[in-house]
């Protein structure tokens, strides 16, 4: 067709810029089929079943959780972590993840506007028709549109599925990284555990060795057996070989530490060197209460929070998979401004433009439209499934956590309780030997007891502290879903002009 030229190339750019007034970008121009989502009401309890008292009893709060491992107070801890961070191959990939969702969130977003292309093109010809050669000169700059009108939903539903999959993805990121800080919390704590057990076999080594020495002497003399000698020469292996396991155990918690935070290890034993606590004590978690109620407590984990967006993705699905079954709405159009010379003749101007609509309907596909349909609702309900058996979960691994603090924090009473007995026992026995009443064995044997008793104490202390670390890692490691993460993505304009 060939139209007046520039008035009807404006009209037509205005009904162009207006059509996505009619998508319904919302929605579908006439519906929106599929089920509207709605995160599915979980049953909690009113409280936690498991004590709080104790150990647990105090004033701290979960909303110091976001700055929780800053106030361990320890230099050392602190850099392994952000440097596992910064090195994460899980966090790497985690943050792709988002990056491509992010992408389709945008692609989705704009699938409901016209995809204008603009084409231009020169042709130059010479031609006879038996006379004087003549040139002709064809010139075009036009735009040509092809759009899908959203009649029943289906690319409003793919814009919900795919910002529902971003929001997962960085939900999944928070728990990678509450996750990672955990774990290299746990192999820095193990490590710090590991210099106390160290020291204490060492000091029971000696102890052993002495031991022995005292037995072979008194054999020799007649006054023990050869038998008692050699079961201390015995004890006495055993102990150096118990040290040089400890030493081992040691350099591999160390390669575990190279490995999560990419640290070159002189660097790694250099930092643990000099930010090693005094005293041979572990690193003290700052206490925390969880006083909400386990309903609230399910909301602050991120992998929940995955999980229900994830559920939220599994509905989407299931409108985009009906909307297949109903009748699809195609523009296509064209409009391509043509100016043609030839020769020293005034150039002809034309304005070519056409518009197609193109509707489908389908009428026979075997039942793979509706299988796609029954595919999708049974994705949904795995996801439920899914979703409900995290959350029953998180309620566990919180309520198992809180029974192993309020154990090891019991148990290290009573641990505290006989340390202090074997320390008597130890000095009663050193008096007894300084005023000739007792022997050197005696005050060997006693010194062992209590390296046994503060060995066992060093043992509750870990796992208190390793308890403290789960229960962070149980109740979503300060996250709450509002850290300022922009997941809303921004599409174009729908505003009618």
């Known amino acids: 067709m060939t139209g007046p030229g520039p008035n009807r190339l404006a009209r037509l750019f205005v009904v162009i810029g207006c059509l996505p007034g ?36 105090h004033k701290g709060s979960t909303a110091k959780l976001a700055d929780w491992w800053a106030q ?13 961070q910064k090195q994460s191959s899980t966090l790497t990939q985690a943050v ?10 945008i692609t989705a977003g704009v699938a409901g506007y016209p995809d204008l292309t603009a084409v231009g093109s020169v042709n130059r010809s010479a031609f006879t ?29 793919e814009r919900e599925s795919r910002q529902a999959t971003l929001e ?25 555990y590991c210099e106390i057990q160290v020291a204490q076999t060492e000091a029971e080594s000696r102890s052993r060795s002495e031991t022995a020495r005292m037995a072979g002497g008194a054999a020799k003399a007649g006054l023990q057996s050869n038998t008692a000698a050699q079961l201390a020469q015995g004890a006495a292996a055993d102990s150096a070989g118990a040290l040089l396991q400890r030493r081992a155990q040691c350099d591999i918690v160390i390669k575990g530490l190279v490995f999560l935070t990419a640290i070159e290890e002189p660097a790694l034993r250099k930092l643990l060197k000099d930010a090693k606590p005094s005293g041979d004590r572990l690193p003290e978690p700052a206490r925390f209460r969880i006083d909400a109620v386990p309903a609230r407590v399910i909301a602050q984990r991120p ?22 079954r109903y009748p699809r709405l195609t523009l296509a159009g064209n409009i391509t401004p043509t100016r043609i010379a030839i020769g020293s003749s005034p150039a002809l101007s034309l304005t070519p433009w056409s518009i197609a609509p193109s509707l489908s309907l389908p009428l026979f596909d075997g039942g ?72 050197a064995l005696d005050v060997e044997e006693s010194r062992r007891l209590s390296l046994a008793a503060e060995s066992n104490l060093s043992s509750l202390a870990l ?35």
């Open 168 to 192: 997962a993805n960085v939900s999944l990121w928070h728990d990678a990284r509450v996750s990672l800080a955990a774990e290299v919390a746990n192999a820095y704590v193990n490590f710090r």
């Open 368 to 439: 793979r439209r509706k299988a796609n349909v029954d595919a999708a609702r049974a994705q949904y309900a795995s996801a439920e499934s899914a979703y409900r058996s995290k959350v029953r979960n998180a309620v566990r691994e919180v309520e198992e956590t809180l029974v192993r603090l309020e154990s090891a924090a019991s148990r290290e009473t009573q641990a505290q309780a006989a340390s202090s007995s074997y320390r008597a026992t130890l000095d009663a026995a050193r008096e007894m030997q300084r005023v000739g009443l007792g022997s």
């Open 303 to 324: 992998d929940i929070a995955a999980a229900e967006r994830q559920l939220a993705t599994a509905s989407a699905e299931i409108g985009g998979a009906e909307a297949d």
């Open 22 to 57: 009619l998508s319904g970008c919302a929605g579908g121009l006439f519906a929106t089929v599929g089920p509207d989502y709605s995160p599915p009401a979980v049953t909690a309890a009113a409280s936690w079943q498991a004590s709080q008292e104790g150990e647990v009893a």
């Open 463 to 497: 796992e208190r502290v390793a308890a403290w670390i789960a229960l962070y890692r149980a109740v979503g490691g300060g996250w709450d879903g509002t850290a300022g993460d922009s997941l809303t993505v921004n599409y174009p304009s729908r505003q009618t002009p």
């Open 96 to 105: 792709a993840a988002i990056e491509r969702a992010r992408a389709d969130a």
């Open 129 to 157: 028709l038996g006379g004087p050669l003549a040139l002709r000169t064809q010139s075009q700059l036009g735009v040509q549109s092809q759009w899908e009108i959203d009649l029943f939903g289906g690319l409003a539903r």
């Open 72 to 84: 361990f107070n320890d230099r050392a801890l602190d850099t392994l972590i952000s440097a596992a």
